[in-house]
């Protein structure tokens, strides 16, 4: 329930926004009926065109394709299921507002419901909708006086032209909802899920249930229905993960995109590593790109520590995980390279490399690591299960000699050809019993490097049910491995010869 306080402040914010869609949706007084309707008529046939117009303060900076992709799959189908995981400062909420309102004002579309975690919020979210049906000039201009004095609130409202539009909370009964004999015919949902939400199986239970058993059949079989879902995917399990499972189509769409801003023309790389760069990995990942984090589910802590001189480490090895892409970036698909040393029953984490990249990128930190190592005996291993044999003659050998002959002397690495097991059990086999033990020890000095803290990050991540990225960890337990497997065959070295005749 609000308080008065809250209420003023929603007023004078209303106020405020309305008096900023007065002052940027001018309109041309002296244009003639004639030009108006052959204008109107030209923007009704490119969507695009019709937001820049009717909505200028909302679209300062271009569309990007998958923006303008949506908007065509969403206004040629009148019956269509989609959800957008697209991430913060991509527009989902004002675009979809900008369709929405496309299709009420052209009558395809008649009666709306906005849905979200609570009553409040949905009806946060719906006061854009309302703001700019009563106050867009343009709007006004060209389609007519919207406000209707006897149906306005902030939770409910329907414009003259019949038009309704209504807010409505998690867990609220949607039943009986009617515009006259017209049941909804969009469905709109957004921020339906909360981080403490996700925290309770139970809640996410009982909410995907009133979703698909009470929200969704208040629609009319024989009407087209059109369903739009805006958010993150926050948890592993949750509203809008069960909804992608039913939905015609999902569109995943993170901070960036092969490596590059997703949205250039309005966020730009600069402006993306800053934001990047406050926030902690797993932050990064459920909030920016679409990875939810469940930390503590295997690995509660990580050790930290100094490293010896390298020069009294009794093994070193560079081992890398080359991960399937050449590209800057694929979904969930991490290279890694990490320098990693054991003395005693310590292995240390020396200095990683771990980010979305290329192959040559990739093959370069081999080169950059062995800088740290001169003059000592150290091996180098690449992962080469067999899915990624015929890459290690055909693509890393000739890369290794072509990045050697840059560098002025060649490394020679072996493939790691184990057979590995399922990559959790694996992971969570060979690394929770060093990591518990305090005897995985992660460099110190390295700590606030970006490639180790997402290194870092991954290992936290590790669990049964997670489904993002864990190639920084997936590499670790392959270096652990070939450590350990040196170690045993240095013990059972043994030496054979012929033995002295003492018979004479």
Same mark, same amino acid.
């Given at each position: 329930?609000?308080?008065?306080?809250?209420?003023?402040?929603?007023?004078?914010?209303?106020?405020?926004?309305?008096?900023?869609?007065?002052?940027?949706?001018?309109?041309?007084?002296?244009?003639?009926?004639?030009?108006?309707?052959?204008?109107?008529?030209?923007?009704?046939?490119?969507?695009?065109?019709?937001?820049?117009?009717?909505? @200028?303060?909302?679209?300062?900076?271009?569309?990007? %394709?998958?923006?303008?992709?949506?908007?065509?799959?969403?206004?040629?189908?009148?019956?269509?299921?989609?959800?957008?995981?697209?991430?913060?400062? /991509?527009?989902?909420?004002?675009?979809?507002?900008?369709?929405?309102?496309?299709?009420?004002?052209?009558?395809?579309?008649?009666?709306?419901?906005?849905?979200?975690?609570?009553?409040?919020?949905?009806?946060?979210?719906?006061? @854009?909708?309302?703001?700019?049906?009563?106050?867009?000039?343009?709007?006004?201009? %060209?389609?007519?006086?919207?406000?209707?004095?006897?149906? *306005?609130?902030?939770?409910?409202?329907?414009?003259?032209?019949?038009?309704?539009?209504?807010?409505?909370?998690? &867990?609220?009964?949607?039943?009986?909802?009617?515009?006259?004999?017209?049941?909804?015919?969009?469905?709109?949902?957004?921020?339906? &899920?909360?981080?403490?939400?996700?925290?309770?199986?139970?809640?996410? &239970?009982?909410?995907?249930?009133?979703?698909?058993?009470?929200?969704?059949? $208040?629609?009319?079989?024989?009407?087209?229905?059109?369903?739009?879902?805006?958010?993150?995917?926050?948890?592993?399990?949750?509203?809008?993960?069960?909804?992608?499972?039913?939905?015609?189509?999902?569109?995943?769409?993170?901070?960036?995109?092969?490596?590059?801003?997703? *949205?250039?023309?309005?966020?730009?790389?600069?402006?993306? %590593?800053?934001? /990047?760069?406050?926030?902690?990995?797993?932050?990064?990942?459920?909030?920016?790109?679409?990875?939810?984090? $469940?930390?503590?589910?295997?690995?509660?802590?990580?050790?930290?520590?100094?490293?010896?001189?390298?020069?009294?480490?009794?093994?070193?090895?560079?081992?890398?995980?080359?991960?399937?892409?050449?590209?800057?970036?694929?979904?969930?698909?991490?290279?890694?390279?990490?320098?990693?040393?054991?003395?005693?029953?310590?292995?240390?984490?020396?200095?990683?490399?771990?980010?979305?990249?290329?192959?040559?990128?990739?093959?370069? *930190?081999?080169?950059?690591?062995?800088?740290?190592?001169?003059? /000592?005996?150290?091996?180098?291993? /690449?992962?080469?299960?067999?899915?990624?044999? @015929?890459?290690?003659?055909?693509?890393? $050998?000739?890369?290794?000699?072509?990045?050697?002959?840059?560098?002025?002397?060649?490394?020679?690495?072996?493939? &790691?050809?184990?057979?590995?097991?399922?990559?959790?059990?694996?992971?969570?086999?060979?690394?929770? @019993?060093?990591?518990?033990?305090?005897?995985?020890?992660?460099?110190?000095?390295?700590?606030?490097?970006?490639?180790?803290? $997402?290194?870092?990050?991954?290992?936290?991540?590790?669990?049964?049910?997670?489904?993002?990225?864990?190639?920084?960890?997936?590499?670790?337990?392959?270096?652990?491995?070939?450590?350990?497997?040196?170690?045993?065959?240095?013990?059972?070295?043994?030496?054979?010869?012929?033995?002295?005749?003492?018979?004479?």
């Amino acid at each position: 329930m609000e308080t008065k306080a809250q209420k003023m402040q929603f007023y004078n914010k209303w106020k405020e926004h309305r008096a900023a869609l007065l002052k940027s949706t001018t309109i041309d007084t002296a244009e003639s009926f004639a030009d108006k309707k052959k204008r109107i008529a030209a923007l009704e046939q490119n969507p695009e065109q019709w937001f820049k117009y009717y909505f @200028p303060s909302y679209c300062s900076a271009p569309p990007a %394709d998958f923006h303008k992709k949506s908007t065509k799959r969403v206004l040629t189908s009148p019956e269509w299921f989609e959800v957008r995981a697209w991430i913060r400062e /991509l527009a989902k909420s004002t675009r979809t507002m900008m369709e929405v309102l496309f299709l009420a004002l052209t009558g395809k579309k008649k009666n709306i419901l906005l849905i979200s975690n609570s009553e409040d919020n949905a009806k946060r979210l719906l006061e @854009p909708y309302r703001a700019n049906l009563d106050s867009n000039q343009r709007i006004i201009n %060209d389609y007519g006086e919207q406000r209707t004095f006897s149906s *306005w609130r902030a939770a409910e409202f329907k414009t003259k032209k019949g038009v309704s539009f209504r807010a409505v909370g998690a &867990d609220q009964s949607p039943r009986g909802t009617r515009n006259e004999a017209i049941r909804p015919d969009v469905l709109l949902f957004d921020d339906i &899920d909360t981080d403490s939400d996700t925290r309770n199986p139970e809640i996410i &239970d009982k909410r995907v249930a009133w979703i698909f058993g009470a929200v969704i059949p $208040t629609r009319a079989v024989n009407v087209p229905l059109l369903i739009i879902v805006c958010g993150n995917i926050i948890a592993e399990y949750c509203c809008v993960t069960e909804m992608m499972k039913k939905a015609d189509k999902t569109d995943i769409v993170n901070i960036k995109t092969n490596g590059k801003s997703s *949205w250039a023309e309005k966020n730009s790389e600069e402006h993306i %590593d800053r934001v /990047l760069s406050t926030i902690s990995y797993a932050a990064a990942q459920t909030e920016y790109f679409n990875n939810p984090q $469940t930390e503590g589910r295997v690995f509660k802590k990580l050790t930290y520590g100094k490293v010896p001189p390298l020069n009294t480490l009794e093994q070193i090895i560079v081992y890398g995980d080359p991960a399937p892409s050449n590209s800057e970036t694929k979904k969930n698909s991490y290279k890694f390279a990490g320098l990693m040393g054991r003395k005693g029953d310590k292995t240390y984490v020396i200095k990683a490399f771990c980010e979305q990249t290329t192959n040559a990128k990739f093959v370069q *930190w081999y080169y950059d690591l062995s800088t740290l190592v001169r003059g /000592l005996v150290v091996q180098y291993w /690449l992962e080469n299960n067999s899915l990624q044999d @015929p890459f290690f003659e055909q693509v890393f $050998t000739p890369l290794f000699k072509e990045v050697g002959r840059k560098n002025g002397y060649q490394i020679f690495v072996r493939p &790691d050809t184990r057979k590995k097991p399922d990559k959790f059990t694996r992971i969570e086999g060979t690394l929770e @019993p060093p990591v518990r033990m305090g005897n995985l020890i992660f460099n110190e000095a390295e700590k606030d490097n970006p490639h180790f803290q $997402t290194l870092t990050g991954q290992i936290l991540s590790v669990s049964p049910t997670y489904r993002g990225a864990i190639d920084g960890a997936d590499g670790i337990e392959g270096g652990y491995y070939i450590l350990d497997k040196n170690l045993l065959a240095r013990a059972g070295a043994y030496r054979v010869q012929k033995r002295a005749n003492r018979k004479f």
